[in-house]
């Protein structure tokens, strides 16, 4: 039976017409998988005997792209470091050779496996004079809340004009040793127009902001009463023998893009 036919048949509703074609698409695929690519029209004509749609369509055969996923991103940070004219800042041993790898690269990469079918890409192009300001800290429990904030203001006090203040300070609790300090990374992704959802931890965030801020550290460590415009927390479950806590600081500058494909 013709398709156009089988449409007419059914209401004008538009959500019916378009059920129509799903329905219709399910019942042809076992027919059209064993037609050859070759000898399928590339373009179809509009929606037949329907002249108040404006629909048609393109055969795009899928393909296997291939290649490697790390790889694909190293060669972005390789194009857009030399196209941008960016300062190339890695080094391909931590301390014997340190020869520059003159493209920035290797990136460092992280990964979180999601529902969905897109990729979420998040670029944060951080400098090392404010990474050079993070701890982590195995704490015990018996520390508390308390124990905790006394640490994250430390931490700045210890900082000083170091890591180009104002900066935003992220904070990671719980996990383990290594996941603490991802999740101070991560926190410093929030806008800083939003507040912690989770009521607690939003008080928590405002007292060691105006510890912090009552430093006097300021603006380039040249005095003032803001030495940070944000505290992000980000946490998660841990060991009941454990409580870590990392603390990662960011520059003013913030140079951070997200994309999704």
């Given amino acids: 039976m013709r398709v156009d036919a089988q449409l007419r048949s059914r209401p004008n509703d538009l959500g019916d017409i378009g059920a129509a074609v799903i329905t219709l698409a399910g019942e042809q695929a076992a027919i059209t998988n064993g037609i050859p690519l070759s000898m399928l029209p590339l373009e179809f004509p509009a929606f037949p005997g329907r002249e108040e749609f404006n629909v048609h369509a393109i055969l795009k055969p899928a393909r296997e792209v291939g290649g490697d996923f790390y ?3 190293n060669e972005g940070v390789r194009q857009g470091y030399k196209e941008g004219y960016l300062r190339k800042s890695m080094v391909d041993d931590p301390i014997i050779d340190r020869k520059n790898t003159k493209d920035n690269t290797p990136a460092l990469i992280y990964l979180d496996i999601v529902p969905g079918d897109k990729i979420k890409i998040t670029l944060a192009a951080k400098g090392g004079g404010s990474e050079n300001m993070s701890e982590v800290k195995m704490m015990k429990a018996a520390d508390g809340i308390e124990g905790v904030i006394d640490f994250v203001v ?8 170091n890591p180009c203040p104002p900066i935003i300070v992220g904070v990671g609790l719980g996990g383990n040793f290594e996941q603490s300090a991802l999740l101070a990374k991560k926190s410093l992704l929030r806008p800083l127009n939003e507040k912690n ?3 607690k931890w939003a008080k928590v965030e405002d007292e060691i902001l105006e510890r912090v801020n009552n430093l006097g550290i300021g603006p380039q460590g040249l005095g003032g009463r803001t030495t940070a415009i944000a505290v992000n927390i980000l946490h998660k479950a841990c060991h009941i023998a454990c409580m870590p806590v990392a603390v990662n600081i960011q520059c003013h500058v913030h140079r951070h893009k997200s994309t999704t494909i």
């Fill in 154 to 161: 430390d931490r700045v006090k210890r900082s000083g004009g």
């Fill in 71 to 73: 790889e694909a991103i």
């Fill in 197 to 199: 959802p989770d009521p």
